[in-house]
């Protein structure tokens, strides 16, 4: 039987690589991309981080804090999630921060991470704090993330919030330790709930924990009420660390092709057709759509003021070009041609040439 080869991966074959990536684990980020991948496509050093030019005849350095640069441009941090890691360029060097460090004053160090959410990348960055010297501005390239993972994830802790992965996390976590509690449970499991939590079972409450009936949860907030909580607690974060390292910061609302509203070119209409007939991918693109980008921009808008953090939407500066041609190789990752397009305008409305 012969398989249908993706209309995406024969237009854009780069993206078979990305979808193959998956994910490395890692104390307390939870995940980040595997250690020294080496591929025309994407690079990434020792702790997973993805490099703006790698070469290998060059010697290049094992972390990209070590890359050569030049000396007398500023330092700067790209955050984000896959889209600021830019999934679906065709290299390291046809990346958004690749393409700020050649055309600003700034030396753009890549801390996005493919799937992370916005406290992942407040995580990523104080972790990483001590490498770097002398920053003067993070542009934070995010909000998709938080808003998919807010309605895509059923239940996830309130306080810390929803990650990708939560519930095989969850479950791994209620798994049984001791040998006496595994042979218990291989005995008698069976006959008990499959959602029963035998992590919290031991010599001392069996008979209660065993027995005892599950409490459903009832959620005191609203999916609204939580994404707004997180929000507050990430942007009291960062407008902390903004103060205390006396430094800018923007947020730009990244782009998608739906909030875009862009106008489709025949590669973009073929790819997207395909996605529509897959449910697990509609699923997600349910979980964005225009109306909830809207709630999303109007609550951005709130808190990066109310923390005096600057704010822009990509969205809506794409949208006044009309651009025709294609840029997405799905409905929320990019070509290298999008990329470059998007640099641009970071350029041009964050102030990236000024000295």
């Given at each position: 039987?012969?398989?249908?080869?993706?209309?995406?991966?024969?237009?854009?074959?780069?993206?078979?690589?990305?979808?193959?990536?998956?994910?490395?684990?890692?104390?307390?980020?939870?995940?980040?991309?595997?250690?020294?991948?080496?591929?025309?496509?994407?690079?990434?050093?020792?702790?997973?981080?993805?490099?703006?030019?790698?070469n290998n005849?060059?010697n290049?350095s094992?972390?990209?804090?070590?890359?050569?640069?030049?000396?007398?441009?500023?330092?700067?941090?790209?955050l984000?999630?896959?889209?600021?890691?830019?999934?679906g360029?065709?290299?390291?060097?046809?990346?958004?921060?690749?393409?700020?460090?050649?055309?600003t004053?700034y030396?753009?160090?890549?801390?996005?991470?493919?799937?992370?959410?916005?406290?992942?990348?407040?995580i990523?960055?104080?972790?990483n704090?001590?490498?770097?010297k002398?920053i003067?501005k993070?542009?934070?390239l995010?909000?998709?993330?938080?808003?998919?993972?807010?309605?895509y994830?059923?239940?996830?802790?309130?306080?810390y919030?929803p990650?990708?992965?939560?519930?095989?996390?969850t479950?791994?976590?209620?798994?049984?330790?001791?040998?006496?509690?595994?042979?218990?449970k291989?005995?008698?499991?069976?006959?008990?709930?499959?959602e029963?939590?035998?992590s919290k079972?031991?010599?001392?409450?069996?008979?209660?924990?065993?027995?005892?009936?599950?409490?459903?949860k009832k959620?005191?907030?609203?999916?609204?009420s939580?994404?707004?909580?997180?929000?507050?607690?990430?942007?009291?974060?960062?407008?902390?660390?903004?103060?205390?390292?006396?430094?800018?910061?923007d947020?730009?609302l990244?782009?998608?092709?739906?909030?875009?509203e862009?106008?489709?070119?025949?590669?973009?209409e073929?790819?997207?057709?395909?996605?529509?007939k897959?449910?697990d991918?509609?699923?997600?693109y349910?979980?964005?759509?225009l109306d909830?980008?809207?709630?999303?921009?109007?609550?951005l808008?709130?808190?990066t003021?109310?923390?005096?953090i600057?704010?822009i939407?990509?969205?809506?500066?794409?949208?006044?070009?009309c651009f025709?041609d294609w840029?997405?190789?799905?409905k929320v990752?990019?070509n290298?041609?999008?990329?470059?397009?998007?640099?641009?305008?970071?350029?041009?409305n964050?102030?990236?040439?000024?000295?």
């Amino acid at each position: 039987m012969t398989i249908k080869k993706p209309i995406k991966y024969s237009l854009a074959p780069q993206t078979k690589f990305y979808d193959s990536m998956g994910s490395n684990w890692k104390p307390f980020l939870m995940f980040n991309h595997f250690p020294n991948i080496r591929s025309k496509y994407c690079n990434t050093d020792k702790d997973g981080l993805r490099f703006n030019n790698f070469n290998n005849a060059s010697n290049i350095s094992n972390s990209i804090f070590n890359e050569e640069k030049s000396e007398s441009k500023k330092t700067a941090i790209l955050l984000g999630g896959s889209y600021a890691f830019s999934e679906g360029s065709t290299s390291d060097a046809n990346t958004i921060s690749s393409y700020l460090t050649k055309k600003t004053n700034y030396n753009f160090l890549n801390l996005a991470g493919r799937g992370f959410s916005g406290y992942q990348e407040i995580i990523i960055f104080m972790s990483n704090l001590n490498k770097i010297k002398n920053i003067k501005k993070i542009v934070i390239l995010s909000g998709l993330n938080d808003l998919l993972l807010s309605r895509y994830i059923k239940n996830y802790d309130e306080t810390y919030g929803p990650i990708f992965g939560n519930n095989i996390f969850t479950e791994k976590m209620k798994e049984t330790t001791g040998w006496k509690n595994k042979v218990f449970k291989f005995v008698f499991g069976k006959f008990f709930n499959p959602e029963k939590d035998w992590s919290k079972i031991n010599s001392l409450n069996w008979k209660k924990e065993i027995f005892s009936k599950k409490i459903e949860k009832k959620n005191a907030l609203s999916v609204d009420s939580k994404l707004e909580n997180t929000f507050e607690r990430n942007f009291m974060i960062w407008s902390t660390i903004a103060k205390g390292m006396n430094l800018n910061i923007d947020y730009v609302l990244q782009p998608s092709s739906i909030w875009q509203e862009k106008i489709l070119s025949s590669e973009e209409e073929k790819i997207f057709n395909e996605s529509d007939k897959m449910p697990d991918i509609q699923k997600i693109y349910e979980s964005i759509n225009l109306d909830k980008y809207v709630y999303l921009k109007e609550k951005l808008q709130n808190i990066t003021k109310k923390y005096d953090i600057n704010f822009i939407d990509s969205n809506e500066i794409l949208k006044k070009k009309c651009f025709k041609d294609w840029m997405y190789v799905d409905k929320v990752h990019m070509n290298d041609t999008g990329y470059e397009r998007v640099a641009n305008e970071l350029i041009t409305n964050l102030s990236l040439t000024d000295k």
